[in-house]
């Protein structure tokens, strides 16, 4: 079957949770690839959404962290602020899961301002639950479009930390979870390198050259030794995603490219 | 006990110029007919307190009421930015706005230490991120027992919040469900609390350890059904996606906002009137 590149973040992104694993979802492409993951090869992964629910198993995805489909199809819903303090500082979930405006070579995540921040070019929405999943959760997956715009040579502010400067950087600043694990972009995936934790391309996605990754990043991105290449997804992969999809845009009135 | 009044007379007697306010709601329950009820009686100065400032509080700062806001994420939920706290924070339009920006770990704890009447609230937060440098209200504390350092973040005690919620009674008991976010922290952390109800009971019939904010713990309760459009309250209305999306063009640029403004807030009575317009114009599309 023909696929996107779209399609083939989506479905690695998905591969990487394990079934059973609990997992803190944003909103966006981390809760498209969580629920991919939960319809097809993780049914008893725990989706757990900021807003309260936990254990939601939407059968199409939420447009805003606080849909009612997550509170129907959830094992229970309790409020924000616990969900922050037992559930997430408890130290109970196994995966954050982040999408990013901006990325660096730690896994630094920007999602505050382009520019100074007192006089931003851009100004972006800001923190949310980010700063804290990515401290606490044991481990963290990062999953955004590649370009050079995204993938920055230095963030102009870090507002959820990855692995910092690198090295033993989130043991000096005392960070309970592991950080960041995988970046999944639609051109490739990272994995951070042992000791220096800057993530490196470890798998390229079928047709996709080191050229092309290399002129989508804003560093001079490296890869590791061995560079695999990722599975092509399957039908069972591509059909669950798109029935997803076209469920999802039947439900909010969406043109189906929109969901 | 909590007064059971019209939105507008609450709104008059409960919300002052220069005010700290938290209109609370996590997606669900937004209590949008209150904002719209301070756009049209022009309150000013106020600070406004929210996780996520949502089309709301983009009316609100705006429309000129706010001074300053404190919140963790300020983006059109599902659709983009919010054009109208972009244009305050990059323009100073239509005035400066002074913003306090935590994450929502904070906030929620930091409402949880308001409700609880505590200082400040602690938790383990913002190492390694920039926050710090740019709100210097974000500090740390170390623990007396392990030595562990963590953050500490004043806790919010708003003069006045209002939410939205599903029930009450005849005298004014609350039952809310379905997405809660911070509603009960909130109500319980301010001086007064209005909620809007979508219906007044006889009896709640609330199951045993449901959620229930007990009248004598509310100033006002107002009937005002629908009134969290375009957010929605569980069980009787659905989130207006359709309108979260056409909200972008009318709050992208400063004369189609203040004509939108002028139109649907200033030129209607209240939440009503503002209804049957909306409903008018959507239907002539």
Request: aromatic share 6%; with cysteine.
């Amino acid at each position: 079957m023909a696929y996107s590149t779209n399609e083939m973040m989506t479905v690695a992104a998905a591969r990487r949770l394990q079934n059973g694993s609990v997992c803190f979802v944003g909103i966006g492409l981390p809760s498209k690839a969580a629920n991919l993951a939960r319809l097809t090869s993780s049914p008893d992964v725990v989706l757990i959404y900021e807003s309260g629910p936990i254990g939601a198993k939407p059968s199409v995805l939420p447009l805003s962290i606080g849909d009612g489909e997550l509170a129907e199809t959830a094992d229970t819903v309790v409020p924000t602020g616990e969900i922050f303090r037992y559930w997430l500082q408890g130290g109970r979930i196994d995966v954050g899961f982040l999408g990013a405006a901006q990325v660096d070579r730690f896994g630094n995540i920007n999602t505050t301002v382009v520019g100074d921040y007192h006089q931003p070019k851009v100004r972006l929405p800001g923190a949310g639950g980010a700063p804290e999943i990515a401290g606490s959760a044991k481990s963290v997956l990062i999953i955004l479009k590649q370009s050079s715009r995204s993938f920055v040579d230095k963030l102009d502010f870090v507002t959820s930390v990855g692995h910092g400067e690198g090295g033993d950087s989130r043991k000096r600043l005392g960070l309970p979870g592991a950080g960041p694990v995988g970046i999944i972009t639609d051109l490739c995936i990272m994995e951070p390198e042992e000791g220096s934790h800057e993530f490196v391309v470890t798998a390229l996605h079928p047709g996709v050259t080191r050229e092309q990754v290399v002129a989508a990043t804003g560093w001079a991105i490296r890869f590791a030794e061995q560079v695999s290449v990722t599975a092509e997804p399957t039908e069972t992969e591509l059909t669950a995603l798109r029935d997803l999809e076209a469920r999802t845009a039947a439900a909010h009135g969406q043109a189906p490219g929109e969901a | 006990m909590a007064e059971i009044l019209t939105l507008r007379d609450a709104v008059k007697r409960f919300v002052n110029d220069g005010d700290t306010v938290a209109l609370e709601g996590f997606t669900h329950l937004i209590p949008t007919a209150a904002g719209h009820e301070i756009i049209r009686q022009g309150k000013k100065d106020l600070t406004l307190v929210r996780m996520t400032p949502d089309l709301i509080y983009d009316q609100l700062i705006g429309a000129g009421c706010a001074r300053k806001l404190i919140f963790s994420w300020g983006g059109n939920p599902g659709v983009g930015s919010l054009h109208r706290l972009r244009d305050a924070v990059e323009k100073q339009w239509p005035q400066p706005l002074e913003i306090e920006e935590h994450s929502h770990a904070d906030l929620a704890n930091a409402y949880v230490a308001g409700a609880s009447g505590l200082p400040f609230a602690v938790l383990r937060a913002y190492a390694g991120s920039d926050l710090p440098k740019v709100n210097p209200l974000i500090k740390t504390v170390t623990c007396p027992f392990t030595g562990e350092v963590l953050a500490a973040v004043p806790s919010v005690r708003p003069d006045i919040t209002v939410i939205h919620a599903q029930k009450a009674d005849r005298k004014g008991n609350v039952l809310l469900w379905g997405i809660l976010g911070v509603q009960k922290e909130a109500a319980l952390a301010a001086k007064r609390c209005i909620v809007t109800v979508e219906e007044i009971v006889d009896d709640l019939n609330a199951p045993m350890n449901s959620c229930v904010l007990p009248t004598w713990a509310l100033t006002a309760v107002c009937h005002v059904p629908g009134g969290a459009h375009p957010s929605y309250a569980h069980g009787y209305n659905e989130r207006d996606n359709r309108f979260y999306q056409a909200w972008d063009p009318i709050a992208r640029d400063r004369e189609t906002f203040s004509a939108w403004i002028d139109e649907y807030i200033h030129g209607t009575a209240d939440f009503n009137e503002f209804q049957a317009k909306l409903a008018t114009a959507q239907e002539a599309k």
